[in-house]
């Protein structure tokens, strides 16, 4: 029987080629602490992490490859990202949009006094389109320090407009966070032309094959 997989937007099957081989090579012939070990097979883990964030940073056009941070998946960025940036009396808006990645440490935070309003979405949970910045502006206090805003959404598939959203922050001196789960490595991303300040996105959904376009690599690829 042939077996159609439709569940990529939680996480995509079949893997990237390579991607189980290269677990495996860590475990059985690696297994160290990148950054803790003062011997070859730690400086080579290291390199191989280091270029593992050149690429990502290439991918995104972001800042630096020191501003990439490697977590164990894009809700433990979000909540890493919320719960440092955040603190008692700011303000924030997200859209009606939002994954619960995004959502639940808000609604953790409120508890702190931290407060948030959602941008409304119409039932194809589009956002307002001619109006999105009258919007926006409509919703701001004198405390908004950021908006936080998913680029594609999980359950629609929605594409939010964050070129426009990122500059609205921009011209208003906001952090404009972006949650590209659904959309990393399938839209294109340009954190300095859109103004992103922040974003969090995973390896294992929509990314698959776009490392391998980017410039090859400065480092030995394989683990030794």
Known sequence: MR????DNAATSYPKAPGVGAAMADYIERVGCNIGRGGYQSAYDAAGVALDTR?????LVHGPGARNVILT???TYGLNFLLKGLLRPGDHVLVSAMEHNAVMRPLVQLA???VSFDRIPANRDGQLPDS????CLSSLLRPQTRAVIMAHAS????TILPIERVGAFCRAHGLFFIVDCAQAGGVESIDM????IDALAFTG???LLLSLIHISEPTRPERIS
């Open 3 to 6: 077996t159609v997989y439709l």
């Open 54 to 58: 050149e690429r990502l940073n290439a």
């Open 72 to 74: 164990p998946g894009a």
């Open 111 to 113: 508890q702190q006094g």
């Open 131 to 134: 109006s999105l910045e009258s």
């Open 154 to 157: 999980n359950v629609c598939g």
């Open 192 to 195: 300095e032309a859109m103004h």
């Open 204 to 206: 294992h959904k929509g």
